[in-house]
Structure formats: C-alpha cells, structure tokens
T-cell receptor, first 113, second 110 residues
Framework: NAGVTQTPKFQVLKTGQSMTLQCAQDMNHNSMYWYRQDPGMGLRLIYYSASEGTTDKGEVPNGYNVSRLNKREFSLRLESAAPSQTSVYFC????????????FGQGTRLTVV | RKEVEQDPGPFNVPEGATVAFNCTYSNSASQSFFWYRQDCRKEPKLLMSVYSSGNEDGRFTAQLNRASQYISLLIRDSKLSDSATYLCVFFSGGYNKLIFGAGTRLAVHP
C-alpha cells in the first residue's frame, strides 16, 4: 500500500533555481494539500486542492505554484528558490477537504543555499 | 492570539507514568479535533479523533472542552515507544482547513 508518495526526499538548491516537488496518492482521495514545516511553527498550509481541477491558496502561498494534474497527482513548484524556503515539505491527501483524516507523504527536505 | 497553542515541552517521563497534554484554540467555530503523532523526521500520522463526549483508545484518552476551548490528551502507562511529538489539530469551519499546532515533545525514559 503506497498511500502518498513524494519525490524527491532530499534536495539542495541554489538561490534562484527552480524545481518541482511531485506528489501522488493511490487512495482515490478528492483533496490534496501541500504543507511546510519549520522548527517551532508547526505545519503551515501552502496550497490545497479540494478536488481535481481546483486549487486554492493556503496560509503561505507566496513563492509557490501548484498543479493538480489529475485526481492522483498534485505538484508544487518553486519558481525562484530563496533561503527562506528551506524547510520540510509534506504532501497530504484526504477523502474530502478538512474534516477527515489526512494522510501524509514522507516529506521532502529542501535546503536553499 | 495564535489560532492554536501547545506547550512545546519536552515532557520527560519514566516508563509507566501518566502524562497529559493540553492544547488551546482560539476559533470558536472549530468543528472537529484530532491528535496526530509525529516521530522524529517522519510524517505526521493520525493518533485519534477527539469527540465531544471524550473518547478512549487503549492507553490514550482524548477530551474536548468547548467552553474553555481546549482539547487534551492523556497517556497512561507510558511506553518507550510513545516518545514522539504530539500535534493537536482542528478543522476550522471559518477557514475551511486543518490547523496544526506546533506540537508537544514527549520523551519516555527507562
């Protein structure tokens, strides 16, 4: 049972570089999310997608873009990486938005130098 | 006031101890509440939902106090394997999203 799969697990970027974090779920969930986790700050929502074809901003969307490619896949793009984007990124999915258990991927540890 | 506040800990307890964590929230429109567990450098996983009447799952008991706007988690007979960070989470109807606390670290020692 794969659940939620994120790639890559680790990445180092130089300031100004771009990259895309990939996320796929095989649970037929409608809703998908991208969070970042920084020490002492908990998880903060970057973007979410309530269903295929829709995306909405979360608490900290600046500097990021997302694509809900299909029901399974939800990618996060950093167009021009900044050191402030050094963080651990988690993708998650749930049957529906908010009010049900969220399942998380294993995380991507991103360092921007 | 922060949307959700947790004591960051760490709580250092011996095996067999009973330990309790509280979590306060500011949005009275919050509808659903959860406790997640996160092991070091791992993803969060659902530990248990929190129901209005309180609920138990083995050694774990969760309580909700809507009047005072807090939830609690009680762990009885602590095990070494309980060492982790415990995140309180609530679904905010006003914001229509899950809100995560920063977490409380628990360290259980022999």
């Amino acid at each position: 049972n794969a659940g939620v799969t994120q790639t890559p697990k680790f990445q180092v970027l130089k300031t100004g570089q771009s990259m895309t974090l990939q996320c796929a779920q095989d649970m037929n969930h409608n809703s998908m999310y991208w969070y970042r986790q920084d020490p002492g700050m908990g998880l903060r929502l970057i973007y979410y997608s309530a269903s295929e074809g829709t995306t909405d901003k979360g608490e900290v969307p600046n500097g990021y873009n997302v694509s809900r490619l299909n029901k399974r896949e939800f990618s996060l793009r950093l167009e021009s990486a900044a050191p402030s984007q050094t963080s651990v990124y988690f993708c998650a999915s749930s049957v529906e938005r908010g009010n049900t258990e969220a399942f998380f991927g294993q995380g991507t540890r991103l360092t921007v130098v | 006031r922060k949307e959700v506040e947790q004591d960051p800990g760490p709580f250092n307890v011996p095996e067999g101890a009973t330990v309790a964590f509280n979590c306060t929230y500011s949005n009275s429109a919050s509808q659903s509440f959860f406790w997640y567990r996160q092991d070091c450098r791992k993803e969060p996983k659902l530990l248990m939902s929190v129901y209005s009447s309180g609920n138990e799952d083995g050694r774990f008991t969760a309580q909700l106090n809507r009047a005072s706007q807090y939830i609690s988690l009680l762990i009885r007979d602590s095990k070494l394997s309980d060492s982790a960070t415990y995140l309180c989470v609530f679904f905010s109807g006003g914001y229509n999203k899950l809100i995560f606390g920063a977490g409380t670290r628990l360290a259980v020692h022999p």
